[in-house]
């Protein structure tokens, strides 16, 4: 089956996640690489609860939007993209991103965020988008800095990771008003 297409990049698209997509994200998130770095590292999902997580996530489409992220050279499924804690009134988000680890340096981390930075402010009118990033993860921080996001303060020694201790926690945010191009895109207005 062809993966619909949401947004296309230069090596990367934007796409819709399909439900054969389940069984790699619930791999790529139990993975110690990826997972040293996520929300709740100190873990491992059981598929049970990985099942309704992701139905919830389905249901819930108020508050999350979710993107594959896929070669264009091959359509091979490289990783995830979203917003997730979407506020309608005040119009922001928070981000992230999984890439699979064989895809880790090859820019498709801050060329999905691009395109889902356009995505956020032209199609869904936000007007400020964030992160949160564990200090050891270098790589993440330069690809929200890659595509404008702003570092806005440091929560100490905020987060438990089994392989680097307690570590802190990074906010970073990017304005619409502040986004004056990012990476591969340029930023022309909304048309909700």
Known sequence: MERPKIMRGEKISLAIILKEDK???????????????????????????????YEM???NKQKMVDFAIVDNTNGELIGFVGLQGINWVSRHAMVWYVIAKEHWGKGY??????????????????????????????ASQRVLEKNGFK?????????????????DELHYDLLRE??????????SGCWL
């Open 23 to 53: 069984d790699k994200w619930f791999l790529w998130i139990n993975d110690r690489n990826i997972q040293s770095f996520l929300n709740d590292g100190a873990r491992i999902h059981l598929r049970e609860e990985f099942d309704e997580i």
């Open 57 to 59: 996530s389905k249901k």
């Open 109 to 138: 981390a801050s060329e999905a965020l691009s395109l889902l930075c356009k995505f956020a402010f032209e199609n869904m009118n936000l007007n400020k988008l964030w992160a949160r990033v564990y200090e050891p993860n270098k």
């Open 151 to 167: 570092f806005v303060g440091r929560l100490r020694k905020h987060v438990y990771l089994p392989e680097f201790g307690y570590v």
């Open 178 to 187: 502040d986004n004056k191009g990012g990476v591969g895109f340029s930023f």
